[in-house]
């Protein structure tokens, strides 16, 4: 089966579930892959536990540098606050773009450091991953343009640009020309009209993407950036926590998607 039709189905589920008559668009999830998460709509745990990882994380990566990224290697230390955060923003997901049950799969927390010269991540890319996986970066420090923003391509309509995924699932699963490096599309759409935005703001400005949208990391100039990025997956069954042990994992497991939807965190637990 392949992402998009376990997508369906869990909605099917979901909608059952929450006794709802109308779930969101699909159209608006795949056309706006890029959206800003209305955090000022959460409770002030959220911004609470935001702060409460700001301050432990800038001590640990202050005293363990590692340029040009510093990871945490455990982020169970944050359990509580990513439980919190968790809560409200995968329920915002839930209901407002997804349409489904949710569960969070990985937890990323970093520090980026000036570099001498764009790879990986810092060269547009796509993520190549089944369009239905989403990312939610966090800042964990103020970003302007000068301590490495996110940046990601705006189509004419001022939305985020998807870039056609070739991993969707057990029916289709190859690799993609080029590692999914965007340098030639990108010259190409620019040329035509296409710009990019890059999102600056405060502690705790929160964007969701999906994976496939066009994007890339800015390199440093000034100071330094601290990120939670937070990634979700579609579940028929409703997970006990957003998070839990023996299903979300950060920097020690490899962050390669499972082929298959349906190996969902019930399977693991």
């Not at 202050?62 to 809560?87: G, H, K, Q, R, V």
């Not at 001498?116 to 989403?134: C, K, L």
């Not at 330094?224 to 042990?245: E, F, M």
């Amino acid at each position: 089966m392949n992402y998009d039709k376990y997508l369906k189905l869990c909605r099917e589920k979901y909608k059952t579930d929450m006794g709802l008559e109308i779930l969101p668009s699909l159209n608006d999830f795949y056309d706006d892959p890029v959206v800003r998460v209305p955090i000022e709509s959460f409770s002030d745990t959220y911004m609470e536990s935001i702060l409460a990882v700001k301050d432990r994380i800038k001590k640990h990566f202050d005293e363990n540098p590692n340029s040009p990224m510093a990871e945490y290697p455990d982020i169970f230390d944050f359990e509580t606050e990513l439980l919190n955060i968790s809560n409200e923003l995968v329920g915002w997901l839930e209901s407002e773009r997804y349409g489904c049950h949710l569960y969070v799969d990985k937890i990323y927390i970093y520090r980026t450091y000036p570099l001498e010269e764009r790879v990986s991540s810092y060269i547009w890319h796509y993520d190549n991953n089944p369009e239905e996986v989403v990312k939610n970066i966090i800042y964990l420090t103020d970003v302007t343009e000068k301590n490495s923003p996110f940046e990601y391509l705006m189509d004419k309509n001022g939305r985020g640009v998807l870039f056609e995924s070739t991993r969707r699932g057990t029916e289709m699963w190859k690799p993609v020309a080029n590692n999914s490096r965007l340098v030639e599309e990108v010259k190409h759409l620019f040329a035509n009209g296409y710009t990019s935005k890059k999102v600056v703001g405060s502690i705790g400005t929160t964007t969701s993407f999906n994976n496939d949208a066009g994007h890339r990391v800015n390199p440093i100039l000034e100071g330094y950036r601290d990120v939670i990025n937070i990634r979700v997956k579609p579940t028929l069954k409703k997970a006990p926590k957003y998070i839990g042990k023996k299903y979300t994992t950060g920097f020690e497991v490899s962050g390669a998607v499972n082929q298959n939807p349906e190996l969902s965190w019930s399977e693991l637990v």
